[in-house]
């Protein structure tokens, strides 16, 4: 008995994001930790150029997908259908946009894959899978099996890897569906993140992305976390609030811990935009003096940052530009607002009948998919190429000055 677990990426500039600042994909990894032994596992990560195996001999094929990608696991599902294979989808999109998504599967995967994916695989077993299988609770990290190394190749990853360590987060940004998609934040038991590291530096993993959107919100928790891993001599990575600069208790026992970057949701320096967001706890004016502090903690800092917002107009870009220079992170990552379905951006849009399209292989972060409110969707995309020519040509100079 075998399943085969698919990652589908349509190669978007999204998913290019997501595969640069994160280790392996949760949720194949997730399905296949979740998987009983007793049955065979296959996993391809088109996020990394992996091949989708057509040939496969598994009887059950799951595929996840994010938004921009889910015409591509619509077309690997039609492909398995055709040869007489069971077909689930599950993943963010699978979440938000149910209806759609079970017109190509035989069973829609909902939330958190724990739990329901191993009830999912019994049914299929004894030829009993419902339409649908939907976490209505939390599932309770303590109980989450550690990922598997011996399916994909860490060599693959380049030997960097991805560590949950918490899921959810406790803020409500408009754009953001981590509140949506798990509705409690929760962090994993110490003990098991460690035994879990300990085993990937043995089989010589050396980066590691210890998974949170969040991963110092519980201060206690987060001081415990670092000083429990620091003997082991890794290097590390993950994504937090830029208000961690005003812990530095915090960012020296992350620096004994070997964390070498964090990734930020700077996103903007309109105040505006961020308040409407529920984001209004970043704060522009002071994030030179934040990047500075935690900088002089050894860690790089790589900021996202976003255009589109309704607060934005044709000016917006060249501000940003100021701005980045001005504050001087390492790494700048600009991109649209992507509406994701199930977001608020989404609702709200979509209520003003705004979203100019949904063809979702367009939610990826550089084609305008709703209509601004301060300028014209063409402004808006040639915006964010200004800048991206601007921010490289920039970086470039800085990297070529100091090499
Ligand atoms: S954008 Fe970041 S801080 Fe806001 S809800 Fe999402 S994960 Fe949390």
């Known amino acids: 008995m075998k399943v085969y677990l698919i990652k589908a990426s349509a190669g978007s500039e999204y998913s290019k994001y997501k595969a640069e600042t994160g280790g392996p994909p949760q949720n194949i990894f997730s399905a296949a930790a979740a998987t009983p032994s007793y ?37 690997i599902a039609e492909e398995f259908h055709k040869k007489g294979k069971n077909i689930v989808l599950g993943g963010l999109h699978t ?37 649908r299988y939907q976490r209505t609770t939390p599932f309770d990290l303590a109980g989450l099996n550690p990922y598997p190394t011996d399916i994909i190749d860490p060599a693959v990853y380049n030997y960097t890897w991805s560590v949950v360590v918490s899921r959810g987060c406790p803020f409500k940004c408009e754009f953001c569906l981590v509140h949506k998609f798990f509705k409690k934040y929760q962090t994993r038991p110490i003990e098991n993140i460690v035994e879990e590291l300990k085993h ?14 969040n991963l110092t919100y519980d201060r206690a928790y987060a001081l415990e976390l670092f000083k429990a891993i620091a003997p082991l001599k ?4 993950g994504e937090t609030t830029i208000l961690v600069a005003k812990d530095t208790e915090l960012l020296e026992a992350a ?6 970057a964090l990734l930020f949701g700077i996103e903007t ?25 935690i900088k002089r903690y050894g860690i790089d800092v790589v900021g996202d940052f976003l255009f589109g917002f309704d607060a934005h107009d044709e000016h917006i870009f060249q501000e940003t530009l100021d701005f980045v220079k001005k504050i001087k992170v390492d790494q700048v990552y600009p991109h649209l607002v992507i509406p994701f379905p199930g977001s608020g951006t989404f609702e709200k849009l979509d209520k003003e009948g705004r979203i100019l399209t949904k063809d979702w292989s367009k939610y990826e972060g550089g084609y ?20 991206w020519e601007k921010n490289a040509s920039f970086w470039e100079k800085i990297k070529y000055m100091i090499s």
């Open 39 to 75: 049955i065979d596992v296959e996993m391809t990560d088109e996020t990394i150029g992996m091949d989708t195996n057509f040939n496969s001999d598994a009887d059950l094929v799951a595929i996840f997908m994010s938004t921009p990608d889910a015409y591509r696991a619509y077309e």
């Open 95 to 131: 979440r938000f946009v149910q209806k759609e998504a079970e017109e190509y599967a035989d069973t829609l995967l909902i939330g958190e894959v724990e739990e329901i994916w191993e009830e999912l695989l019994e049914d299929w077993q004894n030829n009993t899978l419902k339409p």
């Open 200 to 213: 990937l530096k043995s089989i010589g993993v050396d980066w590691v992305e210890l998974h949170s959107d």
């Open 234 to 237: 890794m290097n590390f990575y």
């Open 255 to 260: 620096q004994n811990a070997g964390v070498k």
């Open 269 to 293: 320096p309109s105040e505006k935009a961020l308040k409407d967001q529920g984001k209004a706890f970043v704060k522009p004016d002071q994030i030179k003096e934040y990047v500075k502090i």
């Open 368 to 387: 305008v998919v709703f209509q601004p409110k301060l300028m014209e969707p063409k402004d808006l995309e040639e915006g964010l190429w200004w800048f």
